[in-house]
């Protein structure tokens, strides 16, 4: 029998299964879909089977043999091969970076190199410490000052030294007492006692009363108060057995409250949705629903009565939300709503927690997934409805190869398996709602709030006019009020900040310069904590000048608004506040945004700032104002997507406020009122907003009326790089139509990053039915001349910006 495997080396320039042969001893048990371990050029490496045959093109001598099988189940299934080779073609990446990518990290390979000590006797005495009889060694252990003398040994023959593929596979064990003795054997036990065992005849005790039981051993010298060395004489003197079993660790830190509870009836519009839906899951049409419902109007809810039908037939639900940081609360939702038959999958878990929901999801033992971006892969075979809440969010799409977009992994999987897919927003993408319009999507609306709940009134404030009236702080009259107002009624506020950090920059006031990365063509970022200035591309730190780079004059200052800033001046204006601040800074330990959130809930603190994060997902009885403090930060980046990007924003951060019995009141301050995301987002207005917004998306030829694929180029020689960009631009228009635009060779918006020049092309086309194939070419041209001259080429066919 013959495998085709597709091997671990991204790097290098191959990308097709080679074959193999596969070994009489695992014959019967390899699968398609199974991990192997191949021989490839004089290293071991991983690999996937994805198809197997009986006979190979390549003669039998030069054939080289499967070296292991990983796994005795294959970790994917025939569907996540065909997804695989789907993804291949549609996003232009690597066949491995499809596999790999549908499996959690610990399955994933890792590379360790090994020695082989084949001549223990003649290991020099200071090795021989080291080896201590073993004939497998770590490299590592050995310390770099003796590789010269391995690489002697090796050349000798009394080493050898070979690369391995380490599995990561760490599954949990846990020691697990079973407690056998009847009764009368215990006593037995007890009696042969020496007096000073006061502590075993105690343990004995507790055992008498757990006869026939199995617990945690751990569990059982805790109720005990006894030790390991207690636990061990009894357990030799056969009181009881012990063994080690697989367990899950356990994630999450409790549930988060639910609010309101259980609610009451379907509104009417629910209803028709959930109807609706359900008519899908029934007749197993994988039809594609644009579910619009403004915020707080039950989506969430008709998610939860789809997937209860669908679980009632015995098959399978995926929810997919943005980003973990903000699922505390939605994930307890499910979690509280359908128990021990959820998985949640996301970021923030380690990667053994990840691997236990994986394998959860695996064997069957759940039927629910709720997790980011990645979850869409979960490895169901029956599944009954794929849920994208907040469709619109641009984490859905990955931002390195494979560069997939959610939404369209489950529109393809909801293909094999006969199953509708669920989009759900207050502000769907404008790609998903001209889907809809034109029919391609069902769309389906809530246009009111489940529990009638107005609307809140949103306030927008001119901060032009603050200035001319003398108000130079970052908060405006009117904020700074309602501020007031809701610390002396004790409700609740959410103050939303566009950036991190303290100050975004260092600016000189004599010659107008900022502090720049060395590396990157950017400013760089002042961080309050650390006292340092940082680079968000490369990562550079340096301290903050005393004098001007540029000038040598003393006259330099932060500039721009942090989260850290706010919050001092929130101090100073408001002493008796208490202030909980949620940023990239304050979340980056593990668990840290859900225990801000449940502190927040809990009524630990007045007001919540915090930055993008807080926006979206947050649902508390007691906050009544949302305060926006600069709306239009986002407008100014040159993004084809900012208006619409300002727009949801808004419209998401203030569907915050007033969700429940008390009304809510937003106050967004701008310096851009006039601007018509701003002012749109006010009343919720999305159609109008849509319509604007399609006009000029038609007008300067972006998505959705184009499609745009954008090439970056990276080098250190600037010359080197616009000259390849330019022969890939000419190579392009040569070959595709004459109606497809293509812009550049340009400069990236941000030129240089770690000392590599960025230069980019960009395509817009209507149809273009060759460009696949043409790209194809591309990276083949790229990967036999342009690599190797040191340059990275990257193809994303759906970019979320495009600078
Ligand atoms: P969305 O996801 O659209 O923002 P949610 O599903 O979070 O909205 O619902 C908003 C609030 O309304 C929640 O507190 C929820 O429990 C409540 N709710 C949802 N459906 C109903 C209903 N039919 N009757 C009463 N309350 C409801
Ligand atoms: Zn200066
Ligand atoms: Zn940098």
Same mark, same amino acid.
């Given at each position: 029998?013959?495998?085709?495997?597709?091997?671990?080396?991204?790097?290098?320039?191959?990308?097709?299964?080679?074959?193999?042969?596969?070994?009489?001893?695992?014959?019967?048990?390899?699968?398609?879909?199974?991990?192997?371990?191949?021989?490839?050029?004089?290293?071991?490496?991983?690999?996937?089977?994805?198809?197997?045959?009986?006979?190979?093109?390549?003669?039998?001598?030069?054939?080289?043999?499967?070296?292991?099988?990983?796994?005795?189940?294959?970790?994917?299934?025939?569907?996540?091969?065909?997804?695989?080779?789907?993804?291949?073609?549609?996003?232009?990446?690597?066949?491995?970076?499809?596999?790999?990518?549908? $499996?959690?990290?610990?399955?994933?390979?890792?590379?360790?190199?090994?020695?082989?000590?084949? +001549?223990?006797?003649?290991?020099?005495?200071?090795?021989?410490?080291?080896?201590?009889?073993?004939?497998?060694?770590?490299?590592?252990?050995?310390?770099?000052?003796?590789?010269? *003398?391995?690489?002697?040994?090796?050349?000798?023959?009394?080493?050898?030294?070979?690369?391995?593929?380490?599995?990561?596979?760490?599954?949990?064990?846990?020691?697990?007492?079973?407690?056998?003795?009847?009764?009368?054997? /215990?006593?037995?036990?007890?009696?042969?006692?020496?007096?000073?065992?006061?502590?075993?005849?105690?343990?004995?005790?507790?055992?008498?009363?757990?006869?026939?039981?199995?617990?945690?051993?751990?569990?059982?010298?805790?109720?005990?108060?006894?030790?390991?060395?207690?636990?061990?004489?009894?357990?030799?003197?056969?009181?009881?057995?012990?063994?080690? !079993?697989? *367990?899950?660790?356990?994630?999450?830190?409790? $549930?988060?409250?639910? +609010?309101?509870?259980?609610?009451?009836?379907?509104?009417?519009?629910?209803?028709?949705?959930?109807?609706?839906?359900?008519?899908?899951?029934? +007749?197993?049409?994988?039809?594609?629903?644009?579910?619009?419902?403004?915020?707080?109007?039950?989506?969430?809810?008709?998610?939860?009565?789809?997937?209860?039908?669908?679980?009632?037939?015995?098959?399978?639900?995926?929810?997919?939300?943005?980003?973990?940081?903000?699922?505390?609360?939605?994930?307890?939702?499910?979690?509280?709503?359908?128990?021990?038959?959820?998985?949640?999958?996301?970021?923030? /878990?380690?990667?053994?927690?990840?691997?236990? !929901?994986?394998?959860?999801?695996?064997?069957?033992?759940?039927?629910?997934?709720?997790?980011?971006?990645?979850?869409?892969?979960?490895?169901?075979?029956?599944?009954?409805?794929?849920?994208?809440? =907040?469709?619109?969010?641009?984490?859905?799409?990955?931002?390195?190869?494979?560069?997939?977009?959610?939404?369209?992994?489950?529109?393809?999987?909801?293909?094999? #398996?006969?199953?509708?897919?669920?989009?759900?927003?207050?502000?769907?993408?404008?790609?998903?709602?001209?889907?809809?319009?034109?029919?391609?999507?069902?769309?389906?609306?809530?246009?009111?709030?489940?529990?009638?709940?107005?609307?809140?009134?949103?306030?927008?404030?001119?901060?032009?006019?603050?200035?001319?009236?003398?108000?130079?702080?970052?908060?405006?009259?009117?904020?700074?009020?309602?501020?007031?107002?809701?610390?002396?009624?004790?409700?609740?506020?959410? $103050?939303?900040?566009?950036?991190?950090?303290?100050?975004?920059?260092?600016?000189?006031?004599?010659?107008?310069?900022?502090?720049?990365?060395?590396?990157?063509?950017?400013?760089?970022?002042?961080?309050?904590?650390?006292?340092?200035?940082?680079?968000?591309?490369?990562?550079?730190?340096?301290?903050?000048?005393?004098?001007?780079?540029?000038?040598?004059?003393? #006259?330099?200052?932060?500039?721009?608004?942090?989260?850290?800033?706010?919050?001092?001046?929130?101090?100073?204006?408001?002493?008796?506040?208490?202030?909980?601040?949620?940023?990239?800074?304050?979340?980056?330990?593990?668990? %840290?945004?859900?225990?801000?959130?449940?502190?927040?809930?809990?009524?630990?603190?007045?007001?919540?700032?915090?930055?993008?994060?807080?926006?979206?997902?947050?649902?508390?009885? +007691?906050?009544?104002?949302?305060?926006?403090?600069?709306?239009?930060?986002?407008?100014?980046?040159?993004?084809?997507?900012?208006?619409?990007?300002?727009?949801?924003?808004?419209?998401?951060?203030?569907?915050?406020?007033?969700?429940?019995?008390?009304?809510? =009141?937003?106050?967004?301050?701008?310096?851009?009122?006039?601007?018509?995301?701003?002012?749109?987002?006010?009343?919720?207005?999305?159609?109008?907003?849509? %319509?604007?917004?399609?006009?000029?998306?038609?007008?300067?030829?972006?998505?959705?009326?184009?499609?745009?694929? /954008?090439?970056?180029?990276?080098?250190?020689?600037?010359?080197?790089?616009?000259?390849?960009?330019?022969?890939?631009?000419?190579?392009?228009?040569?070959?595709?139509?004459?109606?497809?635009?293509?812009?550049?060779?340009?400069?990236?918006?941000?030129?240089?990053?770690?000392?590599?020049?960025?230069?980019?092309?960009?395509?817009?086309?209507?149809?273009?039915?060759?460009? %696949?194939?043409?790209?194809?070419?591309?990276?083949?041209?790229?990967?036999?001349?342009?690599?190797?001259?040191?340059?990275?080429?990257?193809?994303?066919?759906?970019?979320?910006?495009?600078?």
């Amino acid at each position: 029998m013959i495998a085709e495997v597709i091997t671990d080396v991204s790097a290098h320039p191959v990308d097709r299964p080679f074959d193999y042969a596969v070994p009489d001893g695992i014959a019967e048990v390899i699968e398609p879909g199974s991990r192997v371990r191949v021989p490839f050029g004089n290293r071991k490496v991983l690999g996937f089977v994805t198809g197997l045959k009986e006979e190979s093109d390549v003669p039998a001598s030069r054939l080289k043999p499967v070296d292991e099988l990983l796994d005795p189940e294959p970790v994917l299934t025939e569907e996540m091969l065909r997804l695989a080779d789907w993804m291949r073609e549609t996003t232009l990446c690597f066949e491995i970076d499809a596999l790999q990518v549908m $499996l959690p990290s610990a399955l994933r390979a890792k590379y360790e190199k090994t020695v082989h000590v084949i +001549n223990p006797e003649k290991l020099p005495h200071e090795l021989a410490e080291i080896t201590r009889d073993r004939r497998v060694v770590a490299v590592k252990e050995f310390g770099e000052g003796l590789l010269p *003398v391995l690489k002697r040994l090796a050349s000798e023959g009394t080493v050898s030294i070979e690369t391995a593929v380490r599995q990561r596979t760490n599954i949990k064990k846990e020691r697990v007492l079973h407690i056998i003795g009847e009764a009368g054997r /215990l006593d037995e036990i007890r009696g042969s006692l020496p007096k000073i065992a006061s502590r075993q005849a105690e343990l004995i005790n507790w055992m008498e009363e757990h006869i026939g039981m199995s617990v945690p051993s751990k569990d059982v010298m805790e109720a005990t108060g006894t030790t390991r060395a207690t636990l061990n004489a009894l357990i030799s003197k056969g009181a009881a057995m012990e063994t080690e !079993e697989e *367990v899950y660790r356990k994630p999450e830190a409790g $549930l988060m409250p639910e +609010n309101g509870g259980i609610p009451g009836p379907l509104t009417d519009e629910q209803a028709t949705a959930v109807g609706t839906i359900s008519g899908a899951v029934d +007749n197993r049409r994988d039809e594609t629903f644009l579910l619009h419902g403004v915020t707080g109007s039950g989506k969430t809810e008709v998610y939860m009565q789809v997937i209860r039908q669908v679980l009632d037939q015995g098959r399978e639900a995926i929810v997919l939300v943005p980003e973990i940081s903000l699922t505390p609360q939605i994930t307890s939702r499910f979690k509280r709503r359908f128990g021990p038959l959820v998985a949640v999958m996301h970021s923030g /878990l380690s990667a053994g927690e990840k691997y236990d !929901e994986w394998r959860k999801v695996q064997r069957g033992e759940v039927k629910v997934v709720v997790g980011a971006r990645s979850a869409v892969f979960a490895p169901f075979r029956n599944l009954g409805v794929i849920i994208l809440d =907040e469709e619109h969010e641009s984490s859905y799409k990955q931002e390195d190869s494979p560069r997939y977009h959610a939404r369209d992994v489950a529109i393809r999987r909801a293909e094999e #398996h006969g199953c509708p897919v669920i989009l759900g927003s207050a502000t769907p993408s404008l790609e998903s709602y001209a889907r809809a319009k034109k029919g391609v999507y069902k769309l389906l609306t809530l246009a009111e709030r489940a529990k009638k709940q107005p609307l809140p009134e949103v306030q927008v404030v001119d901060m032009r006019e603050e200035l001319k009236n003398g108000n130079r702080s970052m908060f405006s009259v009117a904020l700074a009020e309602a501020i007031r107002h809701r610390l002396d009624s004790g409700e609740q506020t959410v $103050l939303f900040l566009n950036r991190r950090g303290y100050s975004s920059f260092v600016l000189c006031r004599d010659c107008g310069t900022s502090v720049q990365c060395p590396n990157c063509d950017i400013s760089l970022t002042y961080h309050r904590a650390t006292e340092r200035l940082q680079c968000h591309y490369c990562g550079h730190e340096e301290r903050v000048p005393l004098t001007c780079p540029e000038c040598e004059s003393e #006259h330099i200052r932060f500039f721009g608004t942090g989260t850290q800033k706010v919050q001092e001046e929130l101090h100073r204006l408001f002493p008796e506040a208490r202030v909980l601040r949620m940023d990239v800074d304050t979340t980056r330990q593990k668990g %840290a945004h859900e225990r801000l959130l449940r502190q927040f809930g809990d009524g630990e603190a007045d007001i919540l700032l915090g930055t993008q994060m807080i926006a979206k997902g947050l649902d508390f009885p +007691n906050i009544t104002l949302v305060g926006v403090l600069s709306a239009d930060t986002m407008l100014r980046l040159a993004d084809f997507r900012a208006a619409e990007k300002t727009f949801q924003l808004l419209t998401q951060v203030s569907g915050r406020a007033g969700r429940h019995e008390k009304e809510g =009141e937003v106050v967004v301050q701008t310096y851009a009122p006039e601007h018509y995301a701003v002012e749109l987002a006010k009343d919720q207005a999305y159609e109008p907003f849509y %319509a604007i917004e399609m006009g000029n998306r038609k007008r300067y030829a972006y998505p959705p009326f184009y499609f745009v694929t /954008l090439i970056q180029f990276s080098h250190e020689d600037l010359m080197k790089v616009s000259e390849v960009a330019g022969n890939a631009a000419r190579y392009l228009s040569g070959k595709l139509g004459p109606d497809t635009v293509i812009i550049g060779p340009t400069a990236a918006e941000v030129a240089r990053v770690n000392n590599r020049y960025r230069y980019q092309c960009l395509i817009k086309y209507k149809k273009e039915p060759k460009l %696949a194939g043409v790209l194809t070419d591309l990276v083949k041209i790229y990967r036999s001349s342009w690599m190797k001259e040191g340059i990275t080429m990257s193809i994303d066919m759906n970019p979320s910006t495009i600078s």
